[in-house]
């Protein structure tokens, strides 16, 4: 899955194609001047604020028998390079009250010219399917949009690093859990490490630190829970949204080897008449093959906020179950995709008893629950399986 243009590789747009295939079915300008009223020279210059971190949406508290639960709805981005779609979910966040995940890809924490500090599994020191960081500067704005992040109150986490996928001399569906670990152990090194691994000393700290990643998404959805998991739990991690749904319809995550796995969605869709895999890349492979065709994005948009809208209706009048949004950044076929997420996002997440979370704090409110009164929840059916259901 590709990444804002100025971070992406050439050979990326082939590997999406396969893993579609095997799964499916600006930054802002310089601000305006202002005239500030005179000051005496003596008087001190106010300091600036600490910032503080938005706290949690989620009230972490057990449901009481019979209590229907919230309609949560788990916004995530994959990749996360800077780009103007971050200050538009930025925005939209915090206009709705929403919170999401952002999965951080490691590459972005190198420049280009400290490429060799990563190595890959099974690849030489530098090499990878995307491209790195480019500059110091542009590794500083991109540690700048982690910290908003951040400080909005969003979680962090991994997009892992080199992006091997299907097509590649050692793509992560062929992973061991030794390789795993190995991938997971660079990721969150080169995050520890940014500042010394690129000669970096201006700009910035970073605000969080690697203790706070508790999940995310491997590269095209490869990787098996067999492999992967026991790397994850090495890493002190709880959460993974990579694996394609294992049934149609919305349903409620399981825990799978001591991992809560939130599967993206294989959901009916109204406007393609068609159950679709609920990736925005996989809407743009189903509508016209990926290809950037500015005719097609009034539709592509048609078909995405209508299919989230009947999804999230099926499961906010049924079952319930977390509703996962499974997106990217990307400007892909004239941006047809940020704008209706974005849309999404602002109609729904103010409305009664949903609550728009991360992945983390849905998993914190599950651990909370009493298994007798959630089971009555999580054995419900799927729902959007069809058009009738």
């Known amino acids: 899955m590709r990444h804002p243009p100025r ?54 508290r057990p449901l009481a028998p019979g209590e229907k639960p919230p309609q949560f709805v788990l916004f995530s981005f994959d990749g996360v390079g800077v780009s103007k779609n971050w200050d538009l979910f930025l925005e939209a966040a915090e206009r709705s009250d929403a919170r999401f995940s952002a999965l951080m890809t490691g590459l972005y924490f190198l420049t280009d010219k400290a490429k060799k500090r990563y190595r890959g599994p099974g690849y030489r020191p530098g090499e990878s399917a995307l491209a790195f960081g480019g500059t110091k500067a542009e590794v500083i704005e991109q540690i700048e949009y982690l910290n908003r992040t951040w400080y909005g109150g969003h979680e962090l986490g991994t997009h892992y690093v080199g992006h091997f996928c299907a097509g590649t001399r050692n793509p992560g569906k062929n992973w061991s859990t030794r390789e795993w670990n190995h991938e997971l152990d660079q990721f969150f090194s080169l995050m520890a490490n940014w500042r010394s691994n690129n000669g970096i000393t201006t700009g910035p700290d970073l605000a969080f630190g690697p203790q706070e990643v508790k999940g995310g998404r491997t590269q095209c959805l490869e990787g098996t829970p067999a ?38 969605p294989y959901a009916w869709s109204p406007p393609l008449r068609k159950r679709q895999t609920v990736l925005d890349y996989n809407f743009w492979y189903t509508v016209n093959g990926a290809q950037d065709r500015p005719k ?49 996002m602002t109609e729904t997440c103010g409305r009664p008893e949903v609550i728009c979370a991360t992945h983390a704090d849905v998993v914190a409110w599950l651990e909370v629950q009493d298994p007798k009164v959630l089971q009555e929840w999580t054995s419900r059916p799927p729902v959007a399986v069809s058009a009738n259901q």
């Open 227 to 264: 492999k992967l998991f026991p790397a994850l739990r090495a890493h002190d991690m709880t959460w993974d949204s990579s694996m394609p749904a294992a049934q149609p319809g919305v349903y409620w995550p399981s825990k799978i080897r001591g991992i809560w796995e939130f599967q993206i």
């Open 7 to 60: 971070r992406v590789g050439p050979l990326f747009v082939g590997l999406v194609a396969l893993m579609v295939l095997s799964a499916c079915g600006q930054s802002s300008g310089s601000a305006p001047a202002v005239d500030f009223p005179h000051t005496s020279s003596s008087a001190a210059a106010e300091p600036d604020p600490t910032p503080v971190r938005r706290a949690s949406n989620v009230p972490i």
């Open 296 to 344: 097609d994005k009034a539709r592509i948009r048609r078909v995405v906020l209508d299919t989230y809208r009947y999804m999230f209706k099926r499961a906010y009048e049924g079952n319930r179950a977390p509703l996962v949004i499974a997106n990217h950044m990307n400007d892909w076929n004239g941006n047809a995709f940020n704008p209706a997420t974005a849309q999404f």
